[in-house]
């Protein structure tokens, strides 16, 4: 890949996002322009590797890639996978936040293929009182003392038909930097919830004790600082609220007339209904034509506009299958940790 097709956030951990307008060049997105975001340094899983299923269960299972292969019924799933502080760049005007300033780009789509977690759960048998799935991976988390990696999602998600462990991204064996040998795919869920090299499921009447699980990744209140927080007071990320992007054209100069503008909008676990495009700030808006998938997959957009010689505003909203839609003002969404940033997406043009 040339230089400019990824903005690199940080090496050591490895944190990188692809330059908008590669993103939505295709549906599925190529690997080599997947966004990676890791915590801590890439782990080797070795020959040896094996998966535990434990915890809550009637008979645990240690698995092999291989046994997992052949003993459950192959899935594929396309599924977008968006970090929770995807568009974090946007928050920052408003107010610094904590985390890297990802542009619109830390948000990917795979077919993703492998076991459902459901049919290895029903197999280790699951006892009465399971109400949450662990994740603990291999790799260590920086941030928080060389810590395992590990989080959690109900066990109603974890039951869900789209709910994998996943051995190959796009009919390619995983990449190391996206969870080789096996990874969690949580579709409709932040992407923190899809553990790669996934050491072990551990099935629990509570979440995970992990500080990634009962700290990071939550929604607190705009008042809420560094100093001041308490973590209780956050709600978990699972679940993301409709967002949506402009990827073509960047900002700066455009040529006059009939201009292509193309982009992304997710709905996570809803479908996509619509999608505005205004060429004056928000004040007049046209309607996109979607190319679109599951509820899983992001939806992606295109529409011509013209625009006469001078400064414009381009801005993208989506709506949702419920009428939900994006808040206009980044200062709606703010929160220190940078989460959930989905204000309408602008972008500042001059056609010439
Ligand atoms: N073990 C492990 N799993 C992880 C992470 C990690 O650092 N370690 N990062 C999570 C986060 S925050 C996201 S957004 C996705 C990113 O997946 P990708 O790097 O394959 O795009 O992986 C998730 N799974
Ligand atoms: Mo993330």
């Given at each position: ?131 949450d799935v662990a994740f603990e991976s291999l790799d260590l988390v920086a941030d928080h003392g060389d810590t395992p990696y590990a989080v959690s999602i109900p066990l109603a998600k974890a039951m869900a038909p789209e709910v994998l462990l996943a051995w190959a991204m796009n009919g390619h064996p995983l990449a190391c930097k996206h969870g080789a040998p096996l990874r969690a795919v949580v579709p409709g869920y932040a992407g923190v919830r899809s553990a790669k090299w996934i050491a072990a499921v551990t099935v629990r009447s509570s979440p995970a004790d992990s500080p990634v699980q ?139």
């Amino acid at each position: 890949m040339p230089q400019d097709t990824m903005l690199v956030h940080g090496l050591t951990p490895y944190n990188a996002e692809p330059c908008l307008p590669h993103l939505v060049k295709a549906f599925r997105t190529p690997e080599a322009l997947f966004y990676s975001r890791n915590h801590g340094i890439m782990p080797d899983a070795g020959p040896g590797y094996r998966l535990h299923v434990g915890g809550l269960v009637r008979a645990p299972l240690d698995l092999s890639v291989a046994a997992l292969q052949s003993r459950f019924a192959h899935h594929s799933v396309v599924a977008t996978l968006q970090c929770a502080g995807n568009r974090r760049a946007d928050l920052q005007p408003v107010k610094p936040t904590l985390g890297d300033p990802w542009s619109a780009g830390a948000i990917g789509t795979a077919e993703w293929t492998g076991a459902r977690l459901a049919d290895v759960l029903d197999v280790a048998g699951l006892d009465s009182d399971a109400s949450d799935v662990a994740f603990e991976s291999l790799d260590l988390v920086a941030d928080h003392g060389d810590t395992p990696y590990a989080v959690s999602i109900p066990l109603a998600k974890a039951m869900a038909p789209e709910v994998l462990l996943a051995w190959a991204m796009n009919g390619h064996p995983l990449a190391c930097k996206h969870g080789a040998p096996l990874r969690a795919v949580v579709p409709g869920y932040a992407g923190v919830r899809s553990a790669k090299w996934i050491a072990a499921v551990t099935v629990r009447s509570s979440p995970a004790d992990s500080p990634v699980q009962r700290q990071d990744y939550k929604l607190l209140p705009a008042d809420v600082t560094a100093e001041t927080v308490d973590w209780e007071r956050g709600a978990v990320i699972n679940a993301m609220p409709i967002n949506s992007a402009i990827c073509v054209p960047a900002s700066g100069a455009v040529a006059a007339g009939a201009i292509l503008v193309r982009g992304w909008a997710m709905a996570s676990a809803r479908m996509v209904a619509r999608v505005d495009v205004s060429s004056n700030g928000g004040l007049t808006w046209q309607q996109a034509t979607l190319e679109q998938g599951t509820q899983w997959a992001w939806t992606l957009w295109q529409i011509t506009l013209n625009l006469d010689p001078g400064n414009h505003e381009l801005v993208v909203r989506a709506w949702d299958d419920a009428g939900q839609t994006q808040p206009a003002e980044a200062a709606a969404c703010w929160n220190f940790k940078g989460y959930l940033a989905t204000a309408w997406h602008r972008v500042p043009v001059t056609a010439r």
